[in-house]
């Protein structure tokens, strides 16, 4: 029985018999259309420009619709380059400029072309649904190229269009237009499972991207939730991030994509450590600065100075926090100043840097008065910043530590279990978590960080739980048992930067422990997958993307070229349509260059589970949410009918 107040507010919107059964044809309509695609992608780490390639190409799948539709009238060069004018349709109308002997036909045959994959790209949507994802100012005339039909004398009128569009000189922004709407219709859903910050050079150019996507949700990863948590304004965050993305000489991304004020660090550094080369802290430099160049020897003595500053306040934080077991990471207070050496578990390690005049051995966790007016300094670069600040709000607002999506379990890094299999126990705040249960509580936890700082007793310190998600052995999001930072800055023996994962990694090979996980989030294992990322597969070490009998996915991107060298590839996308689960296994993404040559592998798409029945809207989460409307609207229509409500 349907509440009669809701009822009473339904008819607000449908007054009467006809407009509620309007809808509710609608309604059934969509339901009987087939699923649209699902696209899947996992760390992204900056990477602006393989990441938009990826998307507009769907991993292939936009590659397979020119050569079903146009492959008998096409050869394989031009199809080709009808491909690489959908993926970069910029790069390629100015290549085409130079090389085409009669531009304007050129233009001509590209939009006749790219209208045949729209049309192909639109058979799964309602018209309606079509025409929301037009751009506003070609919307006519793209809905009008759609739908007229040379067979029934629409020929001349179709041509017309075409010509038209070129004699007003409005050919290139039109061309451009059609290639976004192919990219937004080929992928009705976007899920990113983690990882858009660090390393690479461009992550607030991906997040400038995805906040106008039509449809994109999150599953935080482990660089996702350290800047989250510099946004509140945590200085373990915030020496974290700023060490990283000195340490691959990012400061185009800092300080001209979100305009964070780095001289306060620069002045320091360049004080402390000005007769020091900083050798152990030299950049790893993946993309060159355009806009903000700055000297190797000052980047190294930067990341240096901040790295000592993350040393202390994470000692700092971790003395604070004693429920997070984190003492082991306790190294300053080890290292012996004078002598040079540092004593760990197992012994004592030559340190290959011994300078550090801003450490006290009687008070190493201390900060100096310079080091805390820096911090002071930078710290409203990250809270007080627009820009960020819109980009980590999107991120929770569209985003959670884990998702449920159409039966299908979506998280970034693990589940904490026990060498047994077992979900691992994670005592906080007096009460003992596992399992989905623990997740649920993490993500409660952020949130109210976030959102709710007033409620923190130690103000300025309400992300530090967003700073032990990024490194706690017990943190879903990390994997391992500890982060080895410090050995890997400052002492040369590899064997003391080992970190060891997590036995959820070797577990999930196993399918009943794949069973068990789904089984825990309410999911039936004999349909439902589970999508992961966060670890880079080395299938060049013979390993495999699938684990547990073909019920879980590591789909970690691998677009970051700084794990290329180790992976082999540039990692895995996945997607989910109407008729199949498949795999995409990518190469590294070359850039068109200005004579127009790519070196551009199509993925290997791997076809990896075959719906029994063809998927349509009425078996999704949408499907059940529009059954749930359509019940309500017939009884609305019965309400009208019985005389219960009247009609306006």
Known sequence: MINKA?????????????????????????????????????????????????????????????????????SIEERDALAALIYNAKA?????????????????????????VLKSVTNKYTQSKVRKRLPKQYAYIIDELLHADSKYNMGDYYVKIVDT?????????????????????AVDRLHIIGDIWDRGAKPDMIMDYL????????????????????????????????????????????????????RPLATMASKVYANDECRAFWPKTIEANKYDPVDEALAAKMNKAISVCQFKVEGQRIKAHPEYHLENRLLLDKIDYEKGTITLFDGEHELNDTNFPTID???????????????????PGFTKNDKLQAHVKFMFTHGALYTIVNGNLLFHGCIPMNKDGSFKEVEFDGKKYSGKAYMDYLDEKVRAAYFHPENFEVPGYNGDIMWYLWLGANSPLFGKDQMTTLERCLIDDKKTHKENTVPYYKLIEKEE?????????????????????????????????????????????????????????????????????????????SPLQEDGSQIFHSPVISIVRTMKKRMLVVDTDLGRELLREREELRALVEAYRNGTLKEN
């Open 211 to 262: 906040m106008n996507y039509h449809d994109v949700d999150f599953q935080w990863g482990n660089h996702d939730i350290l800047w989250m948590g510099a946004a509140t304004g945590s200085w373990a965050c915030i020496t974290n991030v700023l060490r990283i993305n000195t340490k691959y000489n990012n400061f185009d991304m800092l300080e001209v994509g979100y305009g964070i004020n780095l």
């Open 165 to 185: 569009i070129v004699e007003c000189e409005e050919a290139e922004d039109f061309i451009v237009e059609m290639t976004e709407c192919i990219s937004n219709l």
């Open 513 to 589: 422990i794949v069973d068990k996980i789904l089984v825990e989030f309410g999911l039936d294992p004999d349909t439902s997958i589970i999508l992961n990322g966060h670890v880079p597969v080395k299938i060049k070490d013979g390993e495999s993307p699938i684990k547990g009998g073909g019920k879980l996915f590591i789909i970690d991107g691998g677009m970051s070229k700084a794990y290329q060298k180790t992976t082999g590839i540039a990692g895995y996308t996945f997607f989910i349509n109407s008729r199949y689960m498949a795999l995409a296994e990518h190469k590294p993404y």
């Open 361 to 379: 051995p009687e008070d190493p966790y201390k900060l100096t008065p310079e080091e805390e007016a820096m911090m002071d300094a930078i710290e």
């Open 92 to 116: 390629e109308i100015k290549r085409r400029k130079k090389t085409e002997e009669d531009y304007e036909k050129w233009c001509k045959d590209a939009i006749m072309q790219l209208t045949q």
């Open 6 to 74: 809701l009822l009473k507010n339904l008819s607000k919107q449908y007054p009467d018999i006809k407009s509620a059964t309007e809808e509710i044809v609608n309604l059934s309509a969509i339901l009987s259309l087939p699923k649209g695609t699902e696209y899947f992608l996992s760390d992204l780490h900056g990477e602006h420009d393989a990441f938009v390639h990826m998307l507009k190409s769907a991993s292939g799948v936009i590659r397979d619709k020119i050569d079903d539709i146009l492959g008998p009238t096409l």
